[in-house]
């Protein structure tokens, strides 16, 4: 019955083709497979790739690190081909010169390395070149001297009484081309060098206002001075030195070439032994040419920029004994022709040792300049209180406890520095000095623009591109008994001025301009170039290698996805195969 038939019908488990077990287990191993290349991210793994653990093979550093950057994947382990050595090398360059770019960004923008190496040139190491050129200068880097002389032309009128005021006339300038070079140069173990400066002159008519060979009615310097020296002598010896003196009739006040008065002539109180010391010459400036009875010891830099140009000793001695106290008789000031650029930096104030003065002067910051060729230079002046008396200026307290007098504001006493002469230095035309020293004279006109010092210094090299350093000799009278006749109407202590001159830099050529130019404005060049240079570098290298990178991850994502989309149509197409196999008998 076909109800009973229902109810009692078997269903048979079908038996499978001797080939289906086989089908079944391939697709089963194969979805395995896809799940295993699906599923591979997480323990043991790296970026997403296996990493070798238990039994499995390791794999070649470089296989792992093309598969890394998206060069390949895991499925492909085929020897890397000449494109992924390339495209290693690539991010290799690259990396490279991002490291380089960053390191010289750091460098050029953040330390002083730069301008350290460009200073290291400046140091006068032995035998370099930069000491080869200090101690024998070509002569196209000379400097200038402007000798200006006071001519006292009413002189009798005054002291005979028919002058109410002395008429000065300010003659010049005699200009001179000055070539200075190092004589007796010692390069010592604690980098310092020890010499003495020779120098030279030859006159330059065409720079010069008046001719040497003008004759100038000018104070008799070696009278007056002898009348100080003749005062501190032994009573015999005093008489003795005043018979000759007296016997030779000196005037006060004499007539000599501008020459002469310079240079050097003979002179008949020179000549005795207690006052010449051997001597037959005299001459304001005579001292100055040959080889100077001074020597110097500066630092040249070597252990310590910083250190450049510093003076250490004079005449052998760390300190001078010309003043009162420390302070004032140390020698820690520049040599004039040359300065450390660190000390620049700040614009903080430099000190230069004038042997002329025999004491440093302070130089403050004024203002930021341009000379020559548009050059940039740094400006330094010397405060209007330098020579100031201690009650304006404090600190000048030792330049005057140490002497016979303290004088009023503008002039120091440095007889001491010039062998007890009565030899009292000041700016010229008295500037910045009391009124008193110039009421006396007619013709004394004081202006800042003229007669203050100031230097024009090279802000990266340190050396003076311009300025003028400007002193002016005066001496005192001392109204002994050998001059009391001469100078009836001088006052005792009365300052005559007798010359005043100036230093400054010589006429550049074009060579010399060209050389200055280029040795500013190239290494600023340089010095942009490498900055900015190195901070393109940097941010393009570095894009670069992210772009790089980018690209290699996007298609390493790709490649996963195009195993991914295989993987499964290979399983699909396989489970189709499967079903087109398979006889499934049914049993009624």
């Not at 009973?4 to 089908?23: F, G, I, M, Q, Y």
């Not at 390949?72 to 770019?101: H, W």
């Amino acid at each position: 019955m076909p109800s009973a038939t229902t109810s009692n019908r078997e269903v048979a488990v079908p038996t499978a083709h001797p080939n289906c077990d086989l089908t079944v287990a391939a697709i089963r191993s194969k979805s395995n497979t896809l799940n295993s290349q699906l599923n591979r991210v997480g323990t043991g793994t790296f970026g997403g790739y296996a990493m070798a653990s238990g039994t499995e093979k390791p794999k070649p550093v470089l296989q792992m690190i093309l598969e890394a950057l998206g060069l390949r994947n895991q499925a492909q382990s085929r020897e890397p081909t000449s494109k992924d050595i390339g495209t290693l090398i690539m991010l290799g360059v690259m990396f490279l010169l991002f490291v380089i770019g960053v390191t010289g960004f750091f460098v050029m923008w953040f330390t002083e390395f730069y301008n350290n190496t460009m200073l290291e040139k400046l140091i006068l190491a032995e035998n370099s070149e930069t000491a080869r050129d200090w101690l024998n200068p070509d002569p196209k880097y000379d400097t200038l001297l402007k000798a200006h002389i006071f001519h006292y032309p009413n002189i009798e009128d005054y002291l005979e009484g028919r002058a109410d005021k002395i008429k000065v006339v300010d003659v010049g300038p005699l200009t001179y081309q000055e070539h200075t070079i190092k004589d007796e140069v010692s390069f010592n173990n604690n980098f310092t060098v020890t010499f003495r400066d020779r120098k030279s002159y030859k006159f330059l008519p065409e720079k010069s206002s008046v001719r040497e060979d003008v004759v100038l009615m000018v104070p008799n310097v070696p009278l007056i001075s002898a009348a100080g020296h003749v005062k501190r002598m032994p009573y015999a010896d005093r008489l003795i030195a005043g018979f000759f003196i007296k016997q030779f009739k000196e005037p006060i006040f004499k007539n000599l070439t501008a020459s002469d008065f310079l240079w050097g002539y003979e002179d008949k109180i020179i000549k005795l032994k207690s006052l010449g010391m051997g001597k037959k010459r005299f001459g304001l400036l005579m001292n100055r040419n040959g080889t100077s009875v001074d020597s110097v010891q500066l630092n040249t830099g070597e252990d310590d920029i910083r250190k450049f140009s510093i003076i250490t000793q004079f005449n052998g001695m760390p300190q001078l004994d010309y003043w009162d106290g420390d302070e004032c008789n140390r020698i820690d000031g520049s040599e004039p022709s040359m300065f450390s650029p660190n000390l620049l930096q700040n614009r903080s104030t430099i000190n230069v040792f004038l042997q002329v003065l025999c004491r440093k002067v302070p130089l403050y910051f004024e203002k930021e300049v341009t000379v020559l060729n548009n050059i940039d230079a740094i400006r330094y002046k010397t405060p209007m209180n330098v020579f100031a008396k201690p009650e304006i200026n404090p600190a000048n307290a030792c330049y005057c406890t140490n002497t016979e007098m303290c004088l009023e504001s503008g002039v120091i006493n440095a007889t001491k520095c010039y062998g007890d002469s009565p030899i009292f230095p000041s700016f010229p035309h008295f500037f910045t000095g009391n009124k008193t020293y110039y009421d006396l004279f007619e013709g004394i006109k004081p202006e800042a623009e003229l007669h203050q010092t100031y230097a024009d210094i090279h802000p990266r090299f340190g050396f003076p591109i311009g300025g003028a350093s400007r002193v002016q000799i005066n001496i005192m009278l001392d109204k002994t008994p050998i001059l009391e006749n001469k100078a009836a109407r001088l006052a005792n202590a009365t300052i005559l001025p007798l010359i005043w001159i100036e230093i400054t830099a010589g006429d550049f050529g074009e060579d010399v301009l060209h050389t200055l130019f280029m040795s500013t404005y190239g290494l600023d060049a340089i010095q942009l170039a490498l900055k900015y240079g190195t901070l393109l570098l940097s941010v393009t290298s570095f894009s670069l290698i992210i772009a790089v990178v980018y690209f290699l991850n996007s298609r390493r994502e790709e490649q996963l996805q195009e195993s991914k989309s295989s993987a499964e149509l290979e399983a699909l197409n396989s489970g189709l195969v499967v079903v087109q196999h398979v006889n499934v008998p049914v049993s009624v």
